[in-house]
């Protein structure tokens, strides 16, 4: 059944909001790392953002018509996720506080490709020679911001390639919860497992500094805030639309990160991103094109199961098995 046409309006600006907050959250990080470290910054992060994820699971009506169960059968998949989300935070926020913003955030982008290449070893999917081109032309976007082997390269650009990485380690194993399962419920178990792993990084890295001020204390807190309700926006934009109505303004984040640090750290690393930030954009775009074509074309074929296409024999070779999400993972 069709969403409304205004649902997914709304759902592609609440997600725009989203990435506003979250560039919002870097500023404050990249600001306050000059007195925390990375460590201290993802712990508290992470402690804030526990707050959405309750909200978030408690606005989800089937769970609460299902009896407010909190058990979870996958919830060493959750835990998995969470470790992985508590060392992406760290390799991001060491680079917001060693790199220009917008570059940083841009090379995060490159979460689109490491989902592609990661859906084959993880989900078993066969994937075709155009998400694999798309793969190769953002890789060498990447390369191209990176600039390995020249006299201005920095290994702290290796820094949000790995964040990268892992957060699309998380993206692709939420492919294999349960269909029943509230996706808030499994957000609040690797959220609290990255929360835990955070505060123990940070113990292990010398422990937390004294907040310096009251001031300091509300922009700490800001920073949850931000980085929470953005959790949240989210959230809400794909309960209100398909996920593919929503990818291609996610790239929206990579001007806003550039606006933001050209106004708040007076940095515009114009040299540094173009042209490597348009082929990283264009290869995530492809990516994203060819999953639609391939989902309409699924679309059509369980509809019809006699039609045939030009889309449909591609998608044939791109398709995803049908995988056992009964056993246990």
């Not at 993802?42 to 707050?51: K, M, T």
């Not at 920095?154 to 892992?166: M, N, Y």
Request: proline fraction near 4%; include cysteine.
């Amino acid at each position: 059944m069709q969403r409304r046409q205004d649902n997914t309006a709304l759902a592609i600006v609440i997600s725009v909001v989203a990435l506003v907050l979250f560039d919002l959250m870097g500023l404050l990080i990249k600001y306050l790392s000059t007195n925390y470290s990375a460590v201290e910054l993802s712990a508290y992060r992470n402690v804030f953002g526990l707050i959405p994820s309750v909200i978030a699971l408690g606005m989800t009506a089937s769970w609460r018509e299902n009896g407010r169960k909190i058990a979870l059968r996958q919830w060493r998949l959750a835990v998995w996720r969470g470790v992985a989300v508590t060392f992406a935070q760290l390799l991001f926020y060491l680079s917001l506080g060693l790199m220009a913003f917008a570059t940083a955030t841009t090379i995060s982008y490159s979460t689109a490709l490491f989902t592609t290449a990661l859906a084959v070893p993880i989900l078993g999917e066969r994937v075709g020679l155009v998400r694999w081109s798309a793969v190769a032309i953002g890789f060498v976007g990447v390369v191209m911001i990176t600039r390995p082997g020249a006299d201005a390269f920095e290994w702290s650009a290796l820094l949000p390639i790995g964040a990268a990485a892992l957060y699309a380690f998380t993206a692709v194993t939420a492919r294999l919860v349960d269909e029943d399962v509230p996706t808030p419920l499994f957000n609040l178990y690797s959220s609290a497992t990255a929360a835990v792993g955070a505060i123990v990084l940070a113990l292990l890295f010398g422990g937390f500094t004294q907040i310096a001020s009251l001031r300091d204390l509300g922009l700490i807190a800001l920073m949850g805030a931000f980085g929470g309700s953005a959790v949240l926006c989210l959230v809400v934009s794909f309960r209100m639309t398909e996920p593919s109505n929503l990818a291609p303004f996610t790239y929206f984040g990579i001007p806003i990160a550039f606006a933001f640090g050209w106004l708040f750290f007076s940095e515009a690393p114009i040299d540094d991103l173009f042209p490597g930030a348009l082929l990283l954009v264009g290869g995530g775009l492809l990516i994203i094109y060819r999953e639609r074509c391939v989902s309409r074309a699924a679309n059509r074929a369980s509809i019809n199961p006699g039609y045939q296409s030009i889309d449909t024999e591609f998608s044939h070779t791109e398709a995803a098995p049908q995988f056992d999400k009964s056993r246990k993972v």
